[in-house]
């Protein structure tokens, strides 16, 4: 199975700050890579795929990259709304696998 | 308006059995590969299964491989997890999502989710 780390597991980070999310796979998963936000008691909502992929409706202060077996998940000036929980997750095969979370709070 | 929705959740005894449905809607149900994920309480995300869109094929998480039939039903857009055996350990919110495979794999639509207890 292909595990994926996320780091870091907790951030506090204040409106307007750059933060970036790391996603670390056991092996090259190419561009199969999606991230979701989720907030508490929500479904999880798409952001990115193919790793660079901007989902529709997605605002443009997000952005992925990476490709084989690293990938980062950038919000460039941080958002009242955006405080949540983030994941990433390989679809390059079966089991698909999430990374564990990284919940953004508020500093 | 594109929308999945969930039920047949509730309280359940271990050894006992569950079925969910995903009720879909604005979309082409047939046209698109579905899948189940799950959250116990206060932890992440879990696949548990994907079925194709003809029904044909399936994949399952190993924990629940034997105990856990997805299938659908193209007919009434409806996606079902049939759950067996089940296990305190499966205890979760469980959540359809639709699962386009290209341009590009994602879950890219998900429904609120149904929450499933197996206590005694």
């Known amino acids: 199975d292909i595990q994926l780390t996320q780091s870091p597991s907790f951030l506090s980070a204040s409106v307007g700050d750059r933060v970036t999310i790391t996603c670390r796979a056991s092996q090259g998963i190419s561009s199969y890579l999606a991230w979701y936000q989720q907030k508490p008691g929500k479904a999880p909502k798409l952001l990115i795929y193919a790793a660079s992929t901007f989902q529709s409706g997605v605002p443009s202060r997000f952005s992925g990259s990476g490709s084989g077996t690293e990938f980062t998940l950038t919000i460039s000036s941080l958002q009242p709304e955006d405080f949540a929980t983030y994941y990433c997750q390989q679809v390059n095969s079966y089991p698909i696998t999430f990374g564990g979370g990284t919940k953004v709070e508020i500093k | 308006e594109v929308q999945l929705v969930e039920s047949g959740g509730g309280l359940v005894q271990p050894g006992g059995s569950l079925r969910l449905s995903c009720a879909a809607s604005?979309?082409?149900?047939?046209?698109?590969?579905m899948t189940w994920v799950r959250q116990a309480p206060g932890k992440g995300l879990e696949w548990v299964s994907t079925?194709?869109?003809?029904?044909?094929?399936?994949y399952y998480e190993d924990s629940v491989k034997g105990r856990f039939t997805i299938s659908r039903d193209n007919s009434k857009n409806t996606l079902y997890l049939q759950m067996n055996s089940l296990r305190v350990e499966d205890t979760a919110v469980y959540h359809c999502?639709?699962?386009?495979?290209?341009?590009?794999?994602?879950?890219?639509?998900w429904g609120q989710g149904t929450t499933v207890t197996v206590s005694s």
């Open positions: 604005g979309f082409t149900f047939s046209d698109y590969a």
């Open positions: 079925i194709g869109g003809s029904g044909t094929s399936t």
């Open positions: 999502a639709r699962y386009p495979l290209a341009p590009g794999r994602r879950m890219d639509v």
